[in-house]
């Protein structure tokens, strides 16, 4: 079985990482992978929220829904 070409975007995604973190153990690699992905997943949920409501959030335009 062939091996699959590594795409070299995600290789240089990889060492930008790893040069600004500077991991020195997992602990290290555990808080970096935290601070990349906490913004990430926190906008995807904002963005959940903001569709199952069907509005923005402080948003004052008037509503059909009955659930304000």
Do not use: C, W
Not at 6 to 32: C, F, H, S, T
Not at 38 to 62: A, C, I, V
Request: proline share 4%.
């Amino acid at each position: 079985m062939a091996r699959r070409k590594r795409d070299p975007k995600k290789d240089a995604l990889v060492q930008a990482i790893l040069n600004q973190y500077q991991p020195e153990n997992v602990g290290d690699m555990q808080d970096a992978l935290k601070d990349i992905f906490g913004p990430m997943f926190e906008s995807m949920l904002q963005g959940e929220m903001k569709d199952h409501l069907g509005y923005e959030s402080n948003d004052r335009q008037e509503k059909e829904g009955t659930n304000r």
